[in-house]
Nanobody, 124 residues
């Protein structure tokens, strides 16, 4: 079992920044590929960013490229998402996810564990 707990969400003005954290416990963090997804009310959960377990290489959705940065600290069992230049369309519940894929994973079905989510609201 892997437990994931997100934090760092909140209310910010457009153009502002937030840093989300995902604390993992239960199993060896470095063995998992990690990702961030988000879901706005009435919409599907969509991929935001992912990072591999072996090389630590990131991958981003087009909407996140150039603005968001995913990183992981295996020693602290923590995943991060630095979000800059936030836009109102970034408003959503952000979820941390973990999976056993050898590389990066961009689909919900590729992940085994999910956090409860943290709300990010960007006002105009």
């Amino acid at each position: 079992q892997v437990q994931l707990v997100e934090s760092g969400g909140g209310l910010v003005q457009a153009g502002g920044s937030l840093r989300l954290s995902c604390a993992a416990s239960g199993r060896t963090f470095s063995m998992y590929a990690m990702g961030w997804f988000r879901q706005a009310p009435g919409k599907e959960r969509e991929f935001v960013a992912a990072i591999s377990r072996s090389t630590g290489r990131p991958n981003y959705a087009d909407s996140a490229k150039g603005r968001f940065t995913i990183s992981r600290d295996n020693a602290k069992n923590t995943l991060y998402l630095q979000m800059n230049s936030l836009k109102p369309e970034d408003t959503a519940v952000y979820y941390c996810a973990a999976g056993s894929w050898p590389g990066i994973a961009t689909l919900k079905s590729q992940y085994d564990y999910w956090g409860q989510g943290t709300q990010v609201t960007v006002s105009s």
